[in-house]
Nanobody, 115 residues
Framework: QVQLVESGGGLVQPGGSLRLSCAAS????????MGWYRQAPGKQRELVAT???????NYADSVAGRFTISRGNAKNTVNLQMNSLKPEDTAVYYC?????????WGEGTLVTVSS
């Protein structure tokens, strides 16, 4: 069974930066896609960024130019570098991974942007 472990959330001031990491375990194969969703209080979960095994990426319009998703050094890991954070980026960030058409989810990590 695939397990995803997220790290790197926390409290940061507006304009600051955070780096989230996600590691998938329990599977030998490589992911077809990994990325992040987020859910703010009272809002629907939204896609933030995706990294595909072929190396392509995509971002939500709201984070493009501020966030960067990349493959980690270890197998089946991805990182999300978040710069110029805004209060509206406050949310629980969930890592996801697709292996053979099946999506697995992490438990989420809270990012709070506040002064």
């Amino acid at each position: 069974q695939v397990q995803l472990v997220e790290s790197g959330g926390g409290l940061v001031q507006p304009g600051g930066s955070l780096r989230l990491s996600c590691a998938a375990s329990g599977i030998v194969a490589s992911f077809s896609a990994m990325g992040w969703y987020r859910q703010a209080p009272g809002k629907q979960r939204e896609l933030v960024a995706t990294f595909r095994s072929i190396g392509s990426t995509n971002y939500a319009d709201s984070v493009a130019g501020r966030f960067t998703i990349s493959r980690g050094n270890a197998k089946n890991t991805v990182n999300l570098q978040m710069n110029s954070l805004k209060p509206e980026d406050t949310a629980v960030y969930y890592c996801y991974a697709n292996f053979f058409g099946t999506t697995s989810w992490g438990e989420g990590t809270l990012v709070t942007v506040s002064s």
